[in-house]
C-alpha cells in the first residue's frame, strides 16, 4: 500500500523556522522526483519545490526561493522541507508528491500557519 504521510507543520510566528517531512512506503520512492506543493484557502495548489530522484537538483518557487531548502534521505525513505524566514503569506496546506512517469503520489498534507 503505497503512503506517503506528512508531518511537521503547525503554527509559527513571522520569521521563525519549520521542518516538514514526508515519509513514504509502500513503493521505491528513490527511484521517483519528489515535490513540496502547496494549497491557501482559495488559491490554487502551487509547486515549491523540486528535488530529483538521487537529489542531485533541485529547483524552487520564485517566492520560497532562498528560504526554503528540499532534501531526501532515500535511506529512510523520506523527504524534507526546511523552511527559514517565513511570512504570513507561507501560510496553506503543504502536500509531498511522488512522481516517476505516469505515476503520482500525494501526501494528505500538514497545515502551516504563520502568524504573530
Known amino acids: 500500500q503505497v503512503q506517503l504521510v506528512e508531518s511537521g507543520g503547525g503554527l509559527v510566528q513571522p520569521g521563525g523556522s519549520l521542518r516538514l517531512s514526508c515519509a513514504t512506503s509502500?513503493?521505491?520512492?528513490?527511484?521517483?522526483?519528489m515535490r513540496w506543493y502547496r494549497q491557501a484557502p482559495g488559491k490554487e495548489r502551487e509547486l515549491v519545490a523540486h528535488?530529483?530522484?538521487?537529489?542531485?537538483?533541485?529547483s524552487y518557487a520564485d517566492s520560497v526561493k532562498g528560504r526554503f531548502t528540499i532534501s531526501r534521505d532515500n535511506a529512510k525513505n523520506t523527504l524534507y522541507l526546511q523552511m527559514n524566514s517565513l511570512k504570513p503569506e507561507d501560510t496553506a496546506v503543504y502536500y509531498c508528491?511522488?512522481?516517476?512517469?505516469?505515476?503520482?503520489?500525494w501526501g494528505q498534507g500538514t497545515q502551516v500557519t504563520v502568524s504573530s
Open positions: 509502500g513503493f521505491t520512492s528513490g527511484d521517483y522526483a
Open positions: 528535488i530529483t530522484s538521487a537529489g542531485g537538483s533541485t
Open positions: 508528491k511522488a512522481t516517476r512517469f505516469w505515476s503520482n503520489y
